[in-house]
């Protein structure tokens, strides 16, 4: 994905918005995010996935009149959707690509929020022709933000506690789980793990646990027990996706290269902590 502003910047300048002003995306907006739309079409892991731009004007009429968020959102008149293929790192892979989506939208001026429960999965999965072999993980608005914040949004921000970041000691290990991996110790991946911890997720838990480990970053999830399984979709994987996109992202704007594995490091995680996949830096010259 190509940017025109760095992806540090967008990381940290994208927030969630939930009030849109009653314009349309700008034309020359749409035809670019249509554009990247139609460029993801695998995810890191091999996952098919496919984005396209909803109408919610489309609610009108047949089986999208479910289209909604619960009241959740407020003035959008498009939506961003997708769908994935059913298969083993689906959820990754969807939240990797979409997450891309997103930090396009907001190169483009465009505001977003991403929606993992607070949606009617039913309208919007046939609104984009989601098909039996498919999930429908995720979908965000897309448009104009008012001028303002609105009191409203500011304090489901705030409920959300949207702005607080676990540090450092509680997300990345060095070597084990018993010893945490200081930013002074992170070397050339400092700011790729400090766009991980700045990254969204569902209702802020912050699932992701990075362990170096033998030259290599791995990623684990460490589950909320009873939280994130909605309609066959299961968000804390979906937020490892966001991380995973933040981490490659950074990393390959540095010119870091590397390629995403699925090979555990020999050793017992914690207690609800489960391995998802590593990233192995390219060997040097």
């Given amino acids: 994905m190509k940017y025109s502003k760095p992806v540090v910047e967008l990381i940290r300048s994208r927030t969630s918005v939930r009030d849109y002003t009653s314009e349309g995306i700008p034309p020359e907006a749409r035809l670019e995010l249509e554009s990247a739309c139609s460029s993801l079409v695998h995810?890191?892991?091999?996952?098919?996935?496919r984005f396209l731009l909803v109408?919610?004007?489309?609610?009108?009429?047949?089986?999208?009149?479910?289209?909604?968020?619960?009241?959740?959102?407020?003035?959008?008149?498009?939506?961003?959707?997708?769908?994935?293929r059913r298969g083993p790192a689906?959820?990754?892979?969807?939240?990797?690509?979409?997450?891309?989506l997103l930090l396009k939208a907001t190169d483009l001026g465009l505001a977003t929020c991403w929606l993992g429960g607070t949606f009617h999965r039913g309208g919007f999965a046939a609104a984009a022709g989601v098909a039996a072999d498919e999930v429908m993980p995720?979908?965000?608005?897309?448009?104009?933000?008012?001028?303002?914040?609105?009191?409203?949004?500011?304090?489901?921000?705030?409920?959300?506690?949207?702005?607080?970041?676990k540090p450092w000691g509680e997300l990345f290990f060095d070597g084990g789980f018993l010893t945490p991996l200081p930013p002074e110790g992170a070397g050339p991946y400092r700011e790729a793990l400090e766009m991980v911890r700045l990254a969204p997720s569902a209702s802020n838990k912050q699932p992701w646990r990075l362990l170096r480990r033998d030259g290599s970053?791995?990623?684990?999830?460490?589950?909320?027990?009873?939280?994130?399984?909605?309609?066959?979709?299961?968000?804390?994987?979906?937020?490892?996706?966001?991380?995973m996109a933040h981490f490659q992202l950074t990393l390959v704007e540095a010119r870091v290269h590397g390629a995403w594995v699925r090979r555990a490091p020999v050793l017992e995680p914690p207690a609800d902590t489960e391995y998802v996949v590593s990233w192995v830096a390219e060997a040097r010259a």
């Fill in 55 to 84: 109408e919610s004007s489309r609610a009108g009429v047949g089986p999208a009149a479910a289209l909604g968020t619960y009241g959740m959102i407020r003035g959008a008149r498009t939506y961003l959707a997708g769908a994935a």
């Fill in 217 to 243: 970053f791995h990623f684990y999830l460490r589950r909320t027990p009873g939280y994130g399984k909605v309609a066959g979709n299961d968000l804390q994987r979906l937020d490892i996706g966001i991380a």
């Fill in 43 to 49: 995810g890191p892991l091999g996952t098919s996935c």
């Fill in 90 to 100: 689906d959820q990754e892979d969807f939240g990797f690509l979409f997450e891309e």
């Fill in 138 to 165: 995720a979908v965000s608005p897309v448009g104009l933000p008012p001028a303002r914040r609105s009191l409203r949004d500011s304090a489901v921000r705030t409920l959300a506690g949207s702005r607080r970041r």
